[in-house]
C-alpha cells in the first residue's frame, strides 16, 4: 500500500514538473522519492531481471544503450530505457515511476539502463539485472572518480558470478571482470586502416591491471583501446571473441560480424565499439544478425554529432566533449584533424563547476595527442575563457605552436570571441567548448540575427 | 663546442602517467634547450631492471594510481637501498602526485591492508575513502629561491610526516599533505609533491631552479639569461584570481 501511494505521490511531482521545467523531469521526481523510500526501485512488478540490461563504463555508455534500444525497439520488442542519460538511481527511478501502471506494473519485456558506474552499487541491490557491458574504464571526471581503478574497486563491490558480462575484449580494464562470472561474452573490433601504434617519446599508454607491468597493444584502434597482450603475465585479448567487427571500410562505412554486412551509421573508429557491443547483446536476447544489421541503417545516435551554426560567412562547427574526459577530447581533436583544409581552431576550456570546491583542471589535455591537430592546416588558434585561457595556450605552446599563432581571449564574452573569430580571413571554424558556452554563442548569433532583421 | 647536455630518466610513463604529466617532461626539454642546453630524455618502463644512477641527472615519476604504486614499490624493493644511497647523494628525484608514496615508509589502503613503501622520505601514506580534487598554491624553497607554485590536487592519500621528515613547502591555499599547512616532502634533492599535471610547465621558475641544481651539481657554469614566461605567469594570475573569488564566496 505505502509503495502505491509513493507511486502515486511520484506521477503528480512527474506531471508537475513537466509543466514547471521539463529539464529536471529525467531525474528530480526519482530523487524526491528515493529520498522518502530508498528502496522504491525495487518495488515495481512484472520486471524480468533476464531481460535488464545495464551499461556502465566511462565512455560509450549513453550511444550503447541508445543503439541497443533502438535495435530492439526496431525488432519489435516492447522496450524501455533511461535514453535522456539520467544514469543514476534517480534517473532510473523516474524512468520507471514513467513507464510504470498506478499499481507499479511495467508492462515492458526488456529494460536496457544506462548506468553511471559510481552508482551501479546503488542501483543493483534493488534491480538485479543479469546482463551488465563495461564498454570501457578509463581516466574520467578526476575529481569524482579519482583514477580508474578507484572505479573498478566501486564496479567489483556489485559484480558477480550471477551475471552475463560483456567485456570489451580491447580494453584492459573491461577485460579484467572476466574472473567474476563463467559467463562472459566478449565484444571487440579488428585491425583497420585507422589502426595504429603509439611510438613517441611522450606516448602514454597504460599499465597491465593484472600485474601492473607495461602492457603492449598490437594494434590501437582508439586512445588505450586495441588488441593487447601483457608480455609479464600474459593477460591479453582473447584471439576470437564473440563479437568481432571486422573488415572495416570508412570509406564506404560498412564493417562485418560473422560475415554479415552492417552500414555504420557512424564511420569513425570509437563508435565501433559501440557497435559491437549492441550487437552482442542483442544477440545473446535472442535477436537474428540479419535483423540486428538491418536496424543500423536508420540509427540516429542522441547529442552526438558535430553541429554547425553561421556567423555572418563563417561555419563554425562545435564538438561537444565531455569535462576532464581525455578520450572524448581526444576524439573531438581528430575530427578535427580528420578536415585538412584552412580552419580556425577555437578551444574554450573553462574551469570545473562541478560540485565544490570548483577548480582549474585543464592537465586532461595534457592526456591528450595533438599531432595530427597540429599537422592538420589550422590558420590560428583562439583559446578563451575567464580563468584558464592561458593555462590552455600553455599546452599549445608546449606542442611547439608558435605564440603568434595563438589569440588568448581572458573572457566569458561571447561577442568578444565572435569579434576575434571574424577578424581572421578564414571561414572553416572548429569549436571546441563546454555545451552551456556553446549555447550562450547560439544565443547571441540568434539575437544579433533576429535585431538585424527588424533594422 | 658541444652543446651541454642532462640526462632524465622519465620513470614508468606507461604504468603511471594519469594526469598529464608528460607535460613536465616536455617543460624539463623546452626550458632547457630555451638556454641552451640538450635534455635528453629516456623512458624506463620496468621497475624490474635496475636503475641506473651514473646515468641520469634527473628521474621523474609521474602520478599514478595507489593499486601500481604499491606493485611497483614492491617490485622497486630489491632495490632501495641503492635508490636510498643515490637520494642521500643529491640525485633529483621529481615525484607528483599519489607516485609520492613510493618513497613512504608504509602505504596504509582504505580497507586498512598495509604495504611497505621504499622507506625514504620518513613518512606514511594513508588512502583515505573520498576524492578530493582542487586547486593547489603553495610557497616552496626550491634550491635555494623561494617560488609560489600553482597546480591542481586530485587527493587520493594523506602523507604523514615523522618528526625527521620535512615538507617541501608551505599550503596557501589546498589540501597538501593532509589538510594542514605542509605540501609534499622534500628529501635531500628530491622534490614529492601532491600536485600533479603539468607543474613544471605552470611553474617554469622551478623548472629552471631544478635545471640549475643540475648544473651545478655537474659543475658547469653556464651563463643562462633570463626567459620571458610572460603566458605562465598570466596563467598563474588567473588562477589566483579564481581562488580569490572561490575564498570570498
Known sequence: MRFKIELFFAKIIVFLINIINPKKGTSFPGRIINKIDNAFIGKFKSIDFNKVVFVTGTNGKSTLTNLLYHILKKNGANVIANLEGANQKCGIATTLIKNSTLNGKVKHEYFIFEIDERSLYQIYPYIKAKHLVITNIQKDQVQRNGDPDYIIRKLSQVINADMILYLNNEEPRSKFFENKSENIIYFGVDKSSLSYQKTGLLDITMPCPVCGRKIEFNYLNIDNIGNFYCPTCNFASEKTPDVLISDIDFEIGRFYINNQSFEMPYNVPFMLYNYAGAVAVALNLGFKIENIAATFTSFINIGGRIESIRYHKKDIKYIRIKQENPETFQSALDSVANDATEKIFVLGLNEIIDFDPHYTNTFYAYDCNLTKLVNSNVKKYICFSQYVCYDTALRFIYEGIDRDDIIILPTKDVKALLDAIEQIDCNNIYLITWLKTFNQIKEYIKEESKQSLEK | ?249
Open chain 2, 1 to 249: 663546442m658541444d652543446r651541454t647536455v642532462i640526462k632524465t630518466a622519465f620513470l614508468y610513463p606507461d604504468i603511471f602517467c594519469l594526469n598529464g604529466d608528460r607535460g613536465n617532461i616536455s617543460a624539463l626539454v623546452q626550458i632547457a634547450n630555451r638556454f641552451g642546453v640538450a635534455m635528453e630524455v629516456d623512458r624506463i618502463n620496468s621497475p624490474d631492471i635496475p636503475l641506473n644512477f651514473d646515468a641520469y641527472d634527473i628521474f621523474y615519476i609521474p602520478s599514478g594510481e595507489l593499486k601500481y604504486v604499491i606493485m611497483t614499490a614492491e617490485a622497486l624493493l630489491r632495490q632501495s637501498y641503492t635508490i636510498k644511497k643515490a637520494v642521500e647523494a643529491g640525485k633529483i628525484f621529481i615525484i607528483t602526485g599519489t607516485s609520492i608514496a613510493l618513497f613512504a615508509d608504509n602505504i596504509i589502503r582504505a580497507d586498512k591492508s598495509e604495504y611497505k613503501g621504499l622507506d625514504i622520505g620518513g613518512f606514511d601514506c594513508i588512502e583515505h575513502e573520498n576524492v578530493f580534487g582542487d586547486d593547489l598554491v603553495f610557497s616552496a624553497n626550491v634550491f635555494g629561491q623561494y617560488l609560489p607554485i600553482t597546480g591542481c590536487q586530485i587527493s587520493m592519500i594523506d602523507t604523514i610526516l615523522t618528526k625527521e621528515a620535512k615538507a617541501f613547502g608551505k599550503v596557501i591555499y589546498g589540501y597538501g599533505n593532509k589538510k594542514g599547512n605542509d605540501e609534499g616532502v622534500l628529501v635531500g634533492n628530491s622534490i614529492l609533491t601532491n600536485t600533479l599535471g603539468p607543474l613544471l610547465i605552470k611553474n617554469p621558475e622551478m623548472t629552471v631552479a631544478i635545471i640549475k641544481k643540475v648544473l651545478k651539481n655537474k659543475n658547469i657554469e653556464l651563463p643562462l639569461n633570463n626567459i620571458n614566461f610572460d603566458i605562465e605567469n598570466n596563467s598563474a594570475k588567473k588562477i589566483w584570481e579564481f581562488i580569490e573569488q572561490k575564498i570570498s564566496k
